[in-house]
């Protein structure tokens, strides 16, 4: 076997993550070396390059995992024992390219647990102070997003002590490091295979395909990893997913059951695949292989969440269906782990919808909303209304009862509207105490009949602390040649009416 090792270079700002990495995998001959992070640490060329070199002229091979606009791809020396692996950005080890761009979307600024350890001193070497830090990074970001892989559990500690610092909200993202492990071990199967001894050493033929075998299983399940973990919906998901047992396979039947479905349909032992079996004292089954008819179920897990379970049959080639099992064992994993993925994805573009304090929907949702509504309207022809509210005095409930009460007003409001609108309703908080309703296929006389229930149903509920507390509505419809502005400025109009007209009541244009 070679003698030869082999060095991965890592940012020092995601040192941890592959660390972990390592150290669970334990590869031998492998080790992982950091190397200082360029975005700012410029005067550090002479270091990173001294160490690709030292590498070389040690006759060990490296590989550089780094983003592909990353100034260490100047700095590689011309050598075949350095290697690359390159990706859109730095971080795309922590999260998939539409979980990334759901950050970015929202302002965020993605961080790793290397850079979060490190941000006094990184802040000290740019030559920031506190002030500077601060002006800086409210330029560049609207909140920073640190993606957690459970490595350390203080990190939470250490993101709001940053957080307070710059003055910038933070947001915290669970994620896994199971695509990382796929991606490292898929490099270190690859140099494995380079690394065979050549024709005059002995080496037996199974050792040979041991290493083929491996090199060409990471190969393949990186493959399936990149075809569907850029997708952002599970119907996308779920295409993808078939498509590689029926085109790769050849399955000529496919499904995917949910747990929700009626499992009658299939064999006990394929659907006890839902099952915990914690407690039992067994692991739980993985696969249940029907030879017979030539086909096989498989659960689609990621970690202890079962997403569902494959059912793939009347193959091809029937003859190597347990070939086609052992594939799809292989990447039944990566299934679920997409799905899981995808299930974030989704919860965090929920959240970026959505106003933390009341979970209304916030004002730049609305807007992208109003938009659609409004070009629907221009094309239909087709009536909707908007209804703008502000609560009466709310500065005096906050001055008595205390912010925290002032808080709870809104949340009870905002459960109250929720109760009473339609689901194609929209309900958004505009800013401060004041909230629009979006309402489609509605005139305005409707829409303030809506906004008179509210505003008594209002009226007569009594709020936590606070007791009654009142409104004041403004409606506006949709009229032809409308811009999103013009009609809420109507609608602002109406309410700023109703507040000049003694509070407490509905104003709206005169319907003709």
């Known amino acids: 076997m070679t003698t030869r090792k082999l060095k991965l270079f890592i940012c020092e700002n995601y040192l941890p993550d592959y660390l972990r990495v390592i150290e669970k995998e334990k590869p031998e001959k492998v080790s992982v070396e950091a190397y200082p992070s360029l975005c700012f640490k410029r005067w550090a060329y002479d270091q990173v390059k001294a160490q690709l070199q030292q590498t070389v002229e040690n006759e060990e091979d490296g590989v550089i995992f780094c983003s592909r606009f990353c100034d260490i791809l100047k700095l590689v020396p011309e050598s075949p024992n350095i290697k690359v692996v390159s990706s859109n950005y730095c971080f795309s080890h922590l999260a998939t390219p539409p979980m990334i761009q759901a950050v970015f979307d929202e302002g965020g600024y993605i961080i790793g647990l290397g850079w979060l350890n490190s941000w006094k ?39 709001e002590e940053l957080s307070e610092y710059l003055k910038i909200p933070a947001l915290t993202i669970p994620y896994d490091l199971e695509s990382l ?69 050849g399955a000529n039947d496919f499904r995917f059951i949910s747990k929700e479905e009626d499992l009658s349909g299939i064999p006990a032992e394929a659907a006890i695949l839902f099952d915990d079996p914690s407690g039992a004292g067994m692991p739980p089954p993985k696969f249940y292989l029907e030879e017979e008819k030539h086909r096989f179920f498989v659960a689609v897990k990621y970690v202890n ?98 912010h925290q009460w002032g808080d709870t007003a809104l949340k009870a409001l905002v459960g ?67 811009s999103v502005d013009s009609l809420v400025n109507r609608t602002d109009d109406q309410m700023y009416r109703a507040k000049q007209t003694g509070r407490n009541r509905v104003c709206c244009e005169m319907i003709e």
């Open 121 to 159: 001193e990184t802040l000290k070497e740019l030559g920031f102070d506190r002030k500077m830090a601060q002006e800086f990074y409210k330029e560049v970001c609207a909140k920073l997003v640190y993606i957690d892989t459970g490595i350390d559990p203080s990190a939470k500690c250490k993101l």
């Open 181 to 249: 492990e796929l991606s490292i071990n898929g490099v270190i199967a690859e140099w494995k295979m380079a690394q065979q001894p050549s024709k005059n050493t002995v080496e037996t033929p199974e050792t040979q395909n041991q290493l083929q075998a491996q090199a060409a299983e990471y190969a393949t399940i990186m493959d399936v990893l990149g075809r569907i973990g850029s997708y952002d919906s599970r119907e996308m998901a779920m295409a993808g997913i078939q498509e590689i047992f029926t085109a790769v396979m």
């Open 305 to 402: 969440q079962v997403h569902g379970i494959i059912e793939a049959g009347n193959f091809l080639f029937p003859q190597y269906i347990s070939r086609y099992l052992n594939f799809a064992l292989s990447v039944s994993p990566i299934c679920g782990l997409v799905l899981t993925n995808i299930e974030r994805y989704e919860t965090i573009v929920k959240i970026s919808q959505l106003d933390p304090l009341t979970s209304a929907y916030n004002r730049r949702y609305l807007m992208g909303k109003l938009q659609e509504e409004a070009d629907r309207a221009a094309r239909t022809k087709r009536p909707f209304s908007l209804v703008m509210l502000d609560i009466d005095h709310f500065k005096q409930i906050n001055d008595r009862f205390g």
């Open 416 to 482: 109250m509207i929720k109760k009473r609108i339609r689901k194609i309703d929209t309900l958004g908080r505009w800013g401060g105490e004041e909230f629009l309703i979006l309402l489609p296929e509605t005139s305005g006389s409707h829409a303030a009949l809506l906004a008179e229930e509210l505003r008594a149903t209002l009226f007569q509920t009594e709020i936590q602390e606070v007791g009654h507390m009142t409104a004041s509505f403004g409606v506006a419809e949709y009229r032809e040649g409308d």
